[in-house]
């Protein structure tokens, strides 16, 4: 088993259990105690889980004003802070639009784990959801809001700077659920190619997301509009739902309307 997948493994237990002993991690994946060591020090670091004595559990987290998450113990501090993104108003107003007017309870969620998307998270109130994400921040998230049941993530290779999964590991993992909502973003939106982002290296992933759900949804702020990129994310055509800022570019709103995208403007 690959380290980011047996680290995974361990969120999720801990997520079902709420604590594990190293002995009991080391015996589980039939590793060494240093193996343990090593993967809990690095999930330590990122703040998803706290040691205590014999092994580890789920932090105590609260999120303050500065959208950081705090995990205290008697010795020390640990603060995970969140991207800027999860702060900007613009990203806020389209999170409170998705969890207000588009989920509902029982539905099922692919999250691409980007900072926009996460946004959804803090709003949601409906019951019974059911998130399935790539991204180390998303699930961080779902655990400082507890809104949300039940929270699936997946292995493959870490993207560091985004604190993404990517790779064939993590598509394969997305192909096997079928969702009611797939919710990705992307860099920028523009008539001649679509949703469109710099870097090819992510763009797979979010194309296997979205056929793995029965509606998609791009969630896109609006001063992206209008903006080109590199490389093809999806067609205009691909995409059941576009949500967007009020104060979007109206020319582009209306030529994507015409095109029978259903687009929804979230106020700010």
């Not at 969120?11 to 589980?28: D, F, M, P, R």
């Not at 080109?228 to 994310?233: A, D, T």
């Amino acid at each position: 088993m690959l380290q980011m997948e047996r680290q995974n493994q361990i969120l999720l237990l801990l997520h079902q259990q709420g604590l594990l002993s190293t002995k009991e991690i080391a015996n589980l994946f039939n590793v060494s105690q240093m193996t343990v060591w090593r993967d809990i020090t690095q999930l330590e670091s990122h703040g998803l889980i706290k040691r205590v004595r014999g092994g580890v559990t789920l932090p105590d987290w609260s999120l303050g004003e500065d959208a950081s998450i705090y995990a205290t113990s008697d010795m020390e501090k640990h603060v995970y802070e969140f991207p800027p993104g999860i702060k900007d108003p613009r990203r806020i107003a389209l999170g409170k639009y998705v969890a207000k007017e588009i989920i509902r309870a029982g539905d099922d969620l692919i999250l691409e784990g980007g900072s926009t998307v996460a946004g959804v998270i803090p709003f949601i109130d409906a019951e019974n959801i059911t998130i399935i994400t790539n991204g180390l921040n998303t699930l961080a998230l779902t655990q400082v809001c507890d809104t949300v049941q039940t929270v699936l993530c997946c292995g493959g290779v870490l993207n560091q700077p985004n604190a993404i999964f990517i790779g064939p590991q993590a598509e394969n993992f997305f192909m096997s659920y079928r969702v009611d909502y797939a919710l990705v973003g992307a860099a920028g939106l523009n008539l001649k190619d679509g949703f469109v982002d710099p870097s090819p290296i992510y763009d797979s992933m979010k194309r296997v997301m979205c056929r793995s759900a029965r509606k998609r949804i791009v969630m896109l702020d609006s001063s992206k509009i209008g903006k080109p990129g590199l490389s093809k994310v999806m067609g205009i055509g691909e995409v059941d739902i576009l949500v967007t800022n009020v104060d979007a570019d109206p020319q582009i709103i209306s030529v994507l309307q015409e095109k029978g995208l259903d687009v929804r403007l979230a106020s700010i």
